[in-house]
């Protein structure tokens, strides 16, 4: 499914896809400053959280009341495998992993569904994909 997003409030389609696919791993791809955090606020609001959401590049986790926040920019796969993150998407909630594609291998490996969606910025708006559906 794509999506074409001029505004904040055109992310609710996507927020829609997230819940009506019934995963809760999702895998957020693409380039910097293309909207991955920002959806992730917006998800968050959505679900009446008040959480203040902010990018986990250099904590590699965040966690917003049943939402997790992941981000591999900066440490990437084999850290996030070495702290034992593999584990934490067993719990219960929506897991978020920003830069997240080197680790989908792993994911089917292991028996873990996802659902990744991919962030394409083209001038003033952005096509948004959910993968996997």
Do not use: A
């Not at 291998?105 to 096509?127: A, P, S």
């Amino acid at each position: 499914m794509k999506f074409e997003v001029k505004t904040i409030n055109d992310l609710k389609k996507v927020i829609e896809c997230v819940k009506n696919s019934n995963k809760k791993i999702i895998i957020l791809s693409g380039t910097l400053g293309s909207g991955k955090t920002t959806f992730v606020k917006e998800f968050v609001k959505e679900l009446n959280n008040n959480s203040v959401v902010t990018s986990p590049t250099f904590s590699i986790q965040n966690i917003y009341d049943g939402v997790y926040h992941y981000d591999l920019y900066n440490k990437g796969v084999d850290e996030f495998l070495s702290l034992g993150m593999l584990e934490e998407l067993q719990k219960d909630g929506y897991h978020f992993i920003e830069w997240g594609e080197d680790l989908e291998d792993i994911l089917n490996q292991f028996g873990f569904e996802y659902l990744k969606i991919v962030f394409d910025l083209r001038g003033d708006k952005r096509i948004i994909e959910c993968q996997n559906y």
